[in-house]
């Protein structure tokens, strides 16, 4: 794993030790050297107690790896709580932007009504379909909810924080390939929607998936291409290494088109309005979850709020500055989470505002308008770099 | 020269997405306006018009007699049926209704036994909350109907109420007069 996390470069190594001594400062040489010398002290006191100091080294070890375990369990806590007030908040901004108030009978202004839903989800009969491909079936919700979670491992939410002395930083990895795992990942997801789609044998289902299936292709590839700018920017793919190359100016100064491309496509990714094809309620039922109910119908669910939240997030890291702030010192964490915030109401505010693309439009969306400029995006990079 | 700008004109408004922004403005417009919702049955109520035909009320005189002459007129025009009128004689040698009853699960709430009452004595009023978990509940006698609520006075107004889920009825708060829920409606 170390091997293949570090290819050489000073930053990379940084990061790579940045997963071994995990409670340590990971930046730089420094931080390499701090790191060291605490654990020689460490070695030096108990080499008086202990005649091994490789033990020192294996505990060294294991309060990494704890840290690790910590951070992730908190992450996956945090994304799985998400969906919760993402779905009140939904409701809120479509009944207010409706001229109706949402949901206002559970608890204070129907804040409790997404603990309803859930409840109701967890006691509803999960019922598969007679001639569904049972494998298939049970698999495609699992498939389709684990990859936007992976993905979160590569996200970083800020440089570090200080708790009771000890500098603890705000992502799980550093990688140097962050951008290509996250882009990897999330391509598996893909066949989540494919198989639900496929495994119900139902005719709306199916073609859900068909639709999912021609959009992501399409999507894609853009989305790719529209992010190499930002790589070409920050000569780096850690999506840390882009952060920091914002400190002054943002992305999106530089890249207006890239942004465009990217937040287009990545609201195809998301599968919202206006490109919702594989679940278009007005005429396919309500696409490839059709046939799921329960919990299953929940996977789908949360998978597409945290996806949401994830294609919010890169367009933070990448084009809005991560979490450098302008004009208000506010901390770091704050300006991320504001930031994000400021992307998901986007994200909430085009469903209920757009009608859906025919799926021909979407088509020629993807391939006529947006490879071609997330090209030329590319090629005028290129040249005002070099 | 000026239709050429014109053109030009919706080109850069296409290229830039004016038509997606204007509906993004209208949208985010109407996010900060007042929803139309009336809170019906947690908060609010709404008072018909006067004009409303709701549920049927018998109406007295001022001597505290009941209008009813039990001419039956009512019960004749109905077109389903659904009066029933048992007249009596008193010692005055006037006529009552000894059994006055109103079926309102058949009633269309027509309105043509108020037209027909040639003593103004039933009509239809503003109650419209009476739906009942049995039919044989629905079926209305002669005090009953004495007792319902008659016209509003202030109709077409929104008043404070709250669900009283004990009598399984909506309870009216002190307050008479609501507002006009006219004044929410968005007029652009």
């Known amino acids: 794993m170390l091997h293949w996390l570090s290819p050489g470069s000073q930053r990379a190594t940084a990061g790579a030790t940045g997963i071994a001594s995990g409670a340590t400062p990971l930046y730089r040489g420094r931080s390499l050297t701090r790191s060291r010398s605490w654990s020689t002290a460490e070695a030096r006191i108990s080499s008086r107690v202990q005649p091994f100091p490789q033990v020192a080294r294996k505990m060294e070890l294991i309060v990494a790896l704890g840290l690790i375990v910590l951070k992730v369990a908190l992450l996956i806590a945090i994304l799985l709580l998400l969906p919760l007030p993402l779905t009140w908040l939904e409701r809120k901004i479509a009944g207010h932007m409706q001229q109706r108030m949402g949901p206002m009978r559970v608890g204070w202004h129907g804040l409790l009504q997404p603990v309803a839903d859930g409840i109701k989800l967890l006691t509803k009969e999960d019922h598969i379909p007679a001639e569904a491909d049972r494998f298939l079936f049970k698999l495609a919700p699992i498939l389709a909810l684990a990859p936007p979670f992976v993905v979160f491992v590569a996200i970083p939410f800020g440089e570090s924080i200080s708790v009771l002395g000890n500098e603890i930083t705000l992502y799980v990895s550093n990688m140097n390939v962050a951008l290509l795992f996250i882009f990897a990942v999330i391509g598996i997801e893909v066949y989540g929607v494919i198989f639900g789609g496929w495994a119900a044998n139902s005719k709306y289902a199916v073609l859900g998936s068909l639709r999912t299936c021609a959009q992501m292709i399409s999507y894609e590839i853009p989305m790719g291409f529209a992010v190499i700018g930002v790589v070409m920017l920050a000569q780096s793919m850690s999506l840390i290494d882009i952060v920091r190359a914002q400190a002054d100016v943002w992305n999106v100064v530089y890249q207006p088109i890239g942004f465009f491309v990217f937040f287009v496509a990545g609201l195809a990714e998301a599968q919202r309005i206006p490109f919702d094809l594989a679940e278009a309620e007005g005429d396919l039922g309500a696409g490839f979850h059709t046939e799921y109910s329960g919990i299953r119908f929940a996977f789908f669910m949360v998978s597409e709020y945290v996806i949401m939240v994830l294609v919010s997030v890169l367009v933070v890291i990448l084009f809005f500055g991560g979490w450098n702030g302008i004009l208000l010192p506010l901390p770091p964490l704050l300006w991320f989470a504001l930031k994000v915030a400021f992307f998901v109401y986007v994200f909430m505010w085009f469903r209920f505002t757009f009608p859906r693309y025919r799926y021909d439009q979407l088509m020629a969306i993807g391939w006529k308008v947006l490879l071609p400029l997330a090209l030329a995006n590319i090629i005028i990079t290129g040249i005002l770099l070099s | ?188």
């Open chain 2, 1 to 188: 020269m000026s239709r050429a700008l014109d053109r030009a004109g919706t080109w850069v408004g296409w290229a830039f997405f004016a038509d997606l922004a204007s509906a993004l403005a209208l949208t985010f417009g109407y996010m900060f306006s007042r929803p139309v919702t009336m809170q019906y049955p947690d908060k609010e109520k709404w008072v018909p018009y006067s004009r409303y035909r709701g549920h049927h009320f018998l109406t007295r005189d001022e001597a505290g007699e009941i209008k009813c002459v039990a001419c039956e007129l009512c019960a004749r025009i109905c077109p389903c049926d659904c009066i029933e009128v048992v007249p009596y004689e008193d010692e005055n040698g006037k006529r009552h209704p000894a059994k006055f009853e109103i079926d309102t699960a058949r009633c269309l709430f027509c309105g043509l036994c108020e037209d027909a009452c040639p003593a103004d004595a039933i009509a239809l009023g503003q109650q419209y909350e009476f739906s009942s978990f049995s039919s044989r509940d629905l079926v209305i006698g002669r005090d009953d109907l004495l007792a319902k609520p008659g016209k509003a006075a202030t109709g077409g107004s929104v008043v404070a109420a709250q669900l009283n889920t004990e009598k399984n009825v909506l309870v009216e708060t002190k307050e008479p007069r609501g507002y006009d829920w006219w004044r929410n409606i968005r007029r652009t």
